[in-house]
Nanobody, 128 residues
Framework: QVQLVESGGGLVQTGGSLRLSCTAS???????????MAWFRQAPGKEREFVAS????????YYADSVKGRFTISRDNAKNTVYLQMNSLEPEDTAVYYC??????????????????WGQGTQVTVSS
């Protein structure tokens, strides 16, 4: 069994910053099987959307256009943890943020369908 546990969400004013963390663990978790980790978000009444992803073994990351230049994804392989540094937050960033893990080699790590493991989500609220 694999578990992804997010933390770091909260309430922040427009222009503020938050740092999300997601740590993977579990009896059947093997870091060597991880291909990529990602963050998605879902606002009320909307589809879950891609935010950012990062390859686990090479230093390549992708970002949604809406967060480029404001958000940074990073990872610590030794801690099985992925981070999302969010700066210059806007009310439109308000959503539940989910961490996800992809184990399929060669997948498009920007696609939600590639991710088999998901965290429970952490709420981010940006007030205007």
């Amino acid at each position: 069994q694999v578990q992804l546990v997010e933390s770091g969400g909260g309430l922040v004013q427009t222009g503020g910053s938050l740092r999300l963390s997601c740590t993977a663990s579990g009896r059947t978790f093997n870091t060597y099987n991880t291909y990529a980790m990602a963050w998605f978000r879902q606002a009320p009444g909307k589809e879950r959307e891609f935010v950012a992803s990062i390859h686990w073994k090479i230093n390549i990351a992708y970002y949604a256009d809406s967060v480029k230049g404001r958000f940074t994804i990073s990872r610590d392989n030794a801690k099985n943890t992925v981070y999302l540094q969010m700066n210059s937050l806007e009310p439109e960033d308000t959503a539940v943020y989910y961490c996800a893990r992809d184990i399929r080699i060669g997948s498009d790590i920007r696609e939600r369908r590639e991710y088999n493991y998901w965290g429970q989500g952490t709420q981010v609220t940006v007030s205007s």
